[in-house]
């Protein structure tokens, strides 16, 4: 289970890393509609503060800081930074579930997820899912808005 939840890590972070390349104008990144209320950029520095808090504070043992309201207040961070972060993001995730042995996976994740203790194993897949789900919302935007 380990190496196939490594490996979709990968290739999310690859999937958001060429959904922000391909902007072709950056400003596009920060733009809002009446219907898209969160604009690639702050969906970005989401993803990216999501992954280093949960996976690499919470099982890489980082010293990681989140503040989630910057997620989605700072505005105007250029491509290039965005794209080197998600770099480092990448290091920090792949490493962290690497380095995390296999037997742990089914013990209890140290946060309070919707009520509940979930395993390890069950964040995992839900951070997925939510990497996911924001890479495609990042995908619509993109094709939407930089046409």
């Not at 390349?21 to 990144?29: G, N």
């Not at 980082?62 to 989605?72: G, I, P, S």
């Not at 080197?84 to 209890?108: C, H, S, W, Y």
């Not at 203790?117 to 094709?143: A, C, F, K």
């Amino acid at each position: 289970m380990k190496t196939s939840i490594i490996r979709i890590f990968d290739r999310e972070i690859d999937r958001l890393a060429s959904e922000i390349e391909q902007y072709k104008d950056e400003t596009i990144l920060w733009k809002v509609t009446e219907n898209i209320s969160n604009c690639a950029g702050n969906l970005c520095l989401h993803l990216i503060g999501n992954l280093n808090h949960f996976i690499g504070r919470h099982m890489g043992n980082t010293d990681y800081v989140r503040q989630r309201e910057a997620e989605f207040n700072t505005k105007d961070v250029p491509k290039a930074t965005l794209l080197a972060e998600i770099v480092d993001v990448k290091e920090i995730v792949l490493t962290a579930l690497q380095n995390f042995p296999e037997d742990r996976l089914q013990e209890n994740y140290p946060i309070e997820k919707d009520g509940v203790i979930p395993s390890y194993e069950l964040m995992l897949l839900h951070l997925l899912w939510h990497l996911s789900y924001h890479v495609g919302q990042i995908n619509y935007h993109r094709r939407l808005l930089d046409s």
